[in-house]
């Protein structure tokens, strides 16, 4: 299972914008992606509400994690969390 550990960048944290343009991106995907932080138990990464749940502040790590068929990585599509995903985020 492809996994991604990275740091959450946005000074809001997994929280209303950054969480819904991260939920949209991971429904996308023809798997299931999941997110956690690095001591905790897997949310839906396409759950604008899971995400909120999680309490990702700015600079925690999380990881992200999905099936992947034939090899195939579908967290490339998902966009940066490490990077602020708004002007000013």
Request: proline share 12%.
């Amino acid at each position: 299972m492809p996994e991604r550990r990275v740091t959450v960048a946005s000074k809001v944290g997994l929280h209303a914008r950054p969480a819904a343009l991260l939920a949209k991106a991971a429904a996308g995907q023809p798997v299931k992606v999941t997110i956690r932080k690095a001591d905790g138990d897997p949310v839906e990464a396409g759950s604008v509400l899971g995400l909120m749940t999680l309490g990702a502040m700015h600079g925690d790590e999380v990881v992200l994690a999905a099936e992947a068929p034939g090899g195939a990585d579908p967290l490339a599509a998902t966009p940066p969390v490490s990077a602020p995903p708004h002007p000013g985020g």
